[in-house]
């Protein structure tokens, strides 16, 4: 995978896919982006997603089905939150950019 022009502030993905997890393809990513934010989605209950062997962090996964607002809301959250962990990574370039 090729260095990123332009960096990505924040990758939504769903958890579980075909050809590889969310996982996979978010360590993918990091690679060329350390320090991305990231959360998934999923239509899977979490008996499933332990079955998968997947493990992510509480609070990184929109359970589907959800509503746009559902979904700015928690691009909002998790872009803020990345913000005020790494400010000096991010600089202020990400406030703003999603509209409420």
């Known amino acids: 995978m090729e ?7 924040l990758l939504v993905t769903d958890l579980i ?8 393809l978010a360590d993918r990513v990091r690679a060329v982006q350390p320090g991305l934010c990231l959360w998934y ?9 332990t079955h998968h062997g997947l493990s992510i962090g509480a609070g990184q996964l929109l359970q589907k ?3 746009s607002t559902e979904l ?21 370039s990400i406030q703003g950019r999603v509209e409420e």
């Open 17 to 24: 896919m075909p050809d590889m997890t969310g996982c996979e």
């Open 3 to 9: 260095r990123l022009n332009d960096p990505i502030d």
């Open 65 to 67: 089905p959800f509503t």
């Open 72 to 92: 700015l809301q928690k691009v909002r959250e998790v872009l803020d939150a990345d913000l005020i962990r790494n400010p000096e990574e991010k600089g202020a």
């Open 41 to 49: 989605m999923s239509g899977y209950t979490d008996e499933m997603i």
